[in-house]
Nanobody, 125 residues
Framework: QVQLVESGGGLVQAGGSLRLSCAAS????????MGWFRQAPGKEREFVAA????????VYADSVKGRFTISRDNAKNQVYLQMNSLKPEDTAVYFC??????????????????WGQGTQVTVSS
């Protein structure tokens, strides 16, 4: 079974930075397009970013473009989300995601086959 475990969340002030990590197992990691989603209280889970197997393809939500950077280390089966210039509206639980089909970009929740448990990111004003 696929297991995705996020870490690195925490409490930061607006303008600060956090780096999230996702450790993957149970899948041929290097062949999968991996993604990050987030869900704020009372809101739907939304797409944040995705990255292709060779890191050439990257996709970002408009709300985080220029501030967040997704990366991966296939040798370590890890995907990362570097979050800079954080805003209070970035406050959410952040989820690592793998698609149903390895060649599919996990751009929306229905496209996701496996979720991590989530890690809380809180940005104070």
């Amino acid at each position: 079974q696929v297991q995705l475990v996020e870490s690195g969340g925490g409490l930061v002030q607006a303008g600060g930075s956090l780096r999230l990590s996702c450790a993957a197992s149970g899948l041929t990691f290097r062949t999968y397009i991996m993604g990050w989603f987030r869900q704020a209280p009372g809101k739907e889970r939304e797409f944040v970013a995705a990255i292709g197997w060779n890191s050439i393809l990257t996709v970002y939500a408009d709300s985080v473009k220029g501030r967040f950077t997704i990366s991966r280390d296939n040798a370590k089966n890890q995907v990362y989300l570097q979050m800079n210039s954080l805003k209070p509206e970035d406050t959410a639980v952040y989820f690592c995601a793998a698609p149903h089909v390895q060649t599919t970009i996990p751009r929306s929740p229905p496209m996701v086959g496996s979720w991590g448990q989530g890690t809380q990111v809180t940005v104070s004003s």
